[in-house]
């Protein structure tokens, strides 16, 4: 599968500084050096049929990410990696192939589309749309809190994906922070349908319940019926740490995270951050309800109130710019407007 026969130097761009640095060919492909420049880890590209894998994105429990580029098609394109040890594995074989037909089957801007799924040399990988440009959990890392005007945007994209997936019949049922992805326009794509399944099967069966111990509902813990509504609950968690700063639930313990869900009450946005508004608040602790029934019956209904606190957000925010741009004491004196 990896071949590089060639003894010369190999010259690649340093991701960090962006320098020309040449590499020895000594290196295995896919090994790093550090830049001479920036001491930025540098990758070896390695070949891989028609695609050139130029650097590493992320690594999951199913496979890690590279950047690479199509050189029969001339783009940039993603490549998810199987890991060798899971090859043997069925279920795991069965997951990274529902991955692949659900991004195939879902044509919608906000979810990552994949490409291709192939097998070379016994090892698997998927052919995917790059969206390289970070994750709302490196975004929460970074910042701790992220712009509600921001998170407004997000959740409505991201519901009306999860929208999309539902009419195809598909639940997500991983829906976090590190499951939202950038590109590089600033788009939220939503990633790995690896845990995905059809939207009737009702109650989870066997002994795993599958989920982000942080943002997993209520009904998936005490084994009632999934539908789409655990989704949207992940969801709303989701968003919900991204605009406090704050997980939704915090505890010493996993297992008392997990309890929290189904018996300690939610502590509404507004109450953690002041400064977040009532209605982005009031939407995030609807889409949260412990009884499935009181939360949004609807996409279009948790869109739709999305959207309300969105647009009450911007003409709070115009209001307020208005008034600090006509009064003196916090503004330049200067009207918004001008006579012509």
């Not at 590499?23 to 049929?49: F, G, K, V």
């Not at 199987?82 to 979810?111: Q, V, Y």
């Not at 090892?123 to 749309?129: A, G, H, I, N, T």
Request: charged share 25%; glycine share 6%.
């Amino acid at each position: 599968m990896i071949q590089d026969n060639s003894k010369s130097l190999r010259m690649v761009t340093c991701p960090g500084c962006g320098v020309k640095v040449f590499l020895s060919p000594d290196l295995p492909p896919l090994s790093t050096a550090e830049c001479t420049r920036c001491n930025h880890p540098i990758m070896m590209p390695m070949q891989l049929a028609q695609f050139e894998l130029r650097n590493f994105i992320g690594g999951g429990g199913m496979g890690d990410v590279y950047r690479a580029y199509d050189v029969t098609l001339q783009r940039e394109v993603a490549i998810k990696l199987m890991k060798p040890e899971l090859s043997n594995n069925s279920d795991s074989l069965e997951s990274f192939l529902r991955e692949a037909r659900a991004g195939a089957a879902l044509n919608h801007t906000n979810i990552v589309h994949i490409y291709a799924y192939e097998e070379l040399a016994d090892q698997r990988f998927l052919v995917m749309e790059l969206a390289d440009c970070g994750s709302l959990d490196s975004r929460i890392e970074r910042d701790h809190r992220v712009p509600e005007l921001d998170i407004l945007d997000v959740g409505i994209k991201v519901a009306s994906a999860l929208n999309l997936a539902l009419k195809h019949n598909f639940l997500h049922r991983d829906i976090k922070p590190g499951n939202i992805l950038f590109n590089a326009e600033g788009e939220p794509k939503l990633v790995d349908f690896g845990l995905a399944r059809s939207a009737d099967l009702g109650a989870e069966d066997g002994a795993t319940v599958w989920g982000t111990p942080y943002y997993i509902a209520p009904e998936k813990i005490k084994r009632e019926r999934e539908d789409f509504l655990s989704d949207m609950y992940s969801l709303a968690g989701t968003l919900y740490h991204a605009i406090t700063g704050h997980v939704p639930f915090e505890a010493p313990t996993v297992d008392e995270v997990v309890m929290a869900h189904i018996h300690t009450p939610l502590t509404p946005p507004n109450q953690v951050i002041p400064e977040i508004t009532v209605p982005t608040s009031d939407t995030l602790v609807c889409a949260m309800a412990k009884r499935p029934e009181d939360r949004f019956q609807s996409y279009d209904e948790f869109i739709m109130a999305l959207t309300s606190a969105r647009s009450q957000l911007l003409v709070s925010q115009l209001r307020n710019q208005r008034q600090q741009e006509s009064n003196p004491k916090t503004g330049n004196g200067k009207s918004w407007w001008r006579l012509t």
